[in-house]
């Protein structure tokens, strides 16, 4: 059964730091891409890093180039998110999946940006 289970997310100030983690299950993790998603309230859930199988970093929206790295520890079937001087508009439930978007979906991790 595939699972997703996000976690490391929290209430930060403008300019901090976040590590959020995903542990999936339920497929071959070492073999397949996987990607960081985000959905603010009221909004689509939209793109955010991609990571090849064997680690390779494939892309970032441009908003988070430069703040944000993705990273995998394929022994632990576990996908990371640094995210670094984070800002208000980085305010989201952050999402992670398999790059062919397997159901269901995780719950979710809550980054609120405020001061």
């Known amino acids: 059964q595939v699972k997703f289970v996000e976690s490391g997310g929290g209430l930060v100030q403008p300019g901090g730091s976040l590590r959020l983690s995903c542990v999936a299950s339920?497929?071959?993790?070492?073999?397949?891409?996987m990607k960081w998603f985000r959905q603010a309230a009221g909004k689509e859930r939209e793109f955010v890093a991609m990571?090849?199988?064997?680690?390779?970093?494939?892309n970032y929206r441009d908003s988070v180039k430069g703040r944000f790295t993705v990273s995998r520890d394929n022994a632990k079937n576990t996908l990371y998110l640094q995210m670094n001087s984070l800002k208000t508009e980085d305010t989201a439930v952050y999402y992670c999946?398999?790059?062919?978007?397997?159901?269901?979906w995780g719950q979710g991790t809550q980054v609120t940006v405020s001061s």
């Open positions: 990571i090849s199988s064997s680690g390779v970093i494939l």
């Open positions: 339920g497929f071959p993790f070492s073999s397949v891409i």
């Open positions: 999946n398999a790059g062919s978007l397997i159901e269901p």
